[in-house]
């Protein structure tokens, strides 16, 4: 009996990825895979199809070499053109720590804190005399039901690392999975002091250990954080300017990132982040498999709180932009 073929409207939950090694990990957790839909005209976007539980779920990555908020919103808009019952965004991949949140291998998932919707775009806004700048706006934030799914996420934690630690697990025992999306002895999670700038080479063999900073041991290797993760155009590689971010957000932001802002006014949606460096010019490649893993079992445990038959009550993404934007005009002005 061949494969059942799905249409366009079966599918509900749009994810969005990245980098390859994202979407390699997003592929892991995918229960069934489905048979490949055509594209219609004008649609450039790669789509990968499957089922996460009773879940349909559409993925999509940015071109190659293609990144930031433009891309993502670009891959978005397309994505629920083509897929019109969309009714549930994730934007997962990796992100660069806030060190007095995080550690590597750590999960954060975007969330509301104060005024601010879950995702901050730290470089928007205008530059004033004095060289100030000042940031204007403010991005749409996620649907209530996805924010009432994750405040069940994160009241049950124990379940929900339980769930993701079973689904690390699981890849384990497939052959077929890279070893570098799995956590090894190789991974070596080290901080070094703010002030301290990268000696030239592809590691940090060259670097002076005494900068190292000691932090207390945990007793977990893996926390899942709620909280504010900030989005810009540029690449962060810097630990001064990644403090001052901490600080200007009321030391709220655990994680940050450069696709997240271009999503969340067109595509409302939660966003998981992988911790795979702290975002200074110290940061190389390591961590970066297995922290997409981690960010891919954190999505895959929190579809799992939200029952498919109340996702197919949700109202579209394409409608919820409706109701969005007249709103989000207003802000803006």
């Given at each position: 009996?061949?494969?059942?073929?799905?249409?366009?409207?079966?599918?509900?939950?749009?994810?969005?990825?990245?980098?390859?090694?994202?979407?390699?990990?997003?592929?892991?957790?995918l229960?069934?895979?489905?048979?490949?839909?055509?594209?219609?005209?004008?649609?450039?976007?790669?789509?990968?199809?499957?089922?996460?539980?009773?879940?349909?779920v559409v993925i999509a990555g940015l071109p190659k070499g293609r990144y930031g908020n433009n891309s993502s919103a670009t891959v978005a808009a397309r994505m629920i053109s083509t897929f019109p019952n969309i009714r549930v965004g994730l934007m997962v991949g990796i992100g660069g720590?806030?060190?007095?949140?995080?550690?590597?291998?750590?999960?954060?998932?975007?969330?509301?804190?104060?005024?601010?919707?879950?995702?901050?775009?730290?470089?928007?806004?205008?530059?004033?005399?004095?060289?100030?700048?000042?940031?204007?706006?403010s991005l749409a934030p996620p649907p209530t039901a996805l924010l009432t799914a994750l405040g069940k996420f994160e009241a049950d934690q124990i379940t929900s690392r339980e769930k993701m630690l079973s689904y690390l697990d699981g890849l384990r025992e497939r052959a077929s999975v890279p070893?570098?999306?799995?956590?090894?002895?190789?991974?070596?999670?080290?901080?070094?002091?703010?002030?301290y700038t990268h000696v030239d080479g592809e590691d940090c063999s060259q670097c002076d250990e005494k900068?190292?900073?000691?932090?207390?041991?945990?007793?977990?290797?893996?926390?899942i954080h709620c909280g504010l993760i900030a989005s810009g155009n540029q690449v962060i590689k810097d630990a001064v300017l990644r403090d001052k971010l901490y600080e200007t957000f009321d030391k709220n932001v655990f994680c940050v990132e450069m696709e997240?802002?271009?999503l969340m006014n067109d595509f409302p949606c939660i966003v998981i982040r992988?911790?795979?460096?702290?975002?200074?010019?110290?940061?190389?490649?390591?961590?970066?498999?297995?922290?997409a893993t981690v960010a891919a079992a954190?999505?895959?445990?929190?579809?799992?709180?939200?029952?498919?038959?109340?996702?197919?009550?949700?109202?579209?993404?394409?409608?919820?932009?409706?109701?969005?934007?007249?709103?989000?005009?207003?802000?803006?002005?």
């Open positions: 009996m061949g494969q059942l073929r799905y249409t366009y409207e079966d599918y509900t939950i749009g994810w969005v990825c990245a980098l390859p090694n994202e979407q390699s990990a997003a592929f892991f957790m229960d069934e895979r489905h048979e490949d839909l055509d594209n219609p005209p004008n649609d450039q976007n790669a789509y990968t199809l499957g089922s996460v539980g009773k879940h349909k720590g806030i060190p007095q949140k995080t550690r590597l291998g750590d999960v954060v998932i975007s969330c509301p804190s104060g005024t601010e919707s879950g995702v901050v775009q730290w470089d928007m806004g205008k530059a004033e005399q004095g060289g100030q700048f000042k940031r204007i706006g070893r570098s999306f799995l956590k090894s002895n190789s991974l070596k999670d080290v901080l070094f002091n703010s002030g900068m190292l900073l000691e932090r207390k041991a945990r007793e977990d290797d893996m926390v997240a802002a271009g992988g911790i795979c460096d702290y975002a200074d010019s110290h940061k190389d490649k390591r961590w970066q498999n297995y922290a954190c999505a895959k445990a929190f579809l799992s709180v939200v029952p498919a038959s109340e996702v197919d009550k949700l109202q579209r993404v394409q409608g919820e932009l409706l109701f969005l934007s007249g709103s989000q005009q207003l802000e803006l002005g």
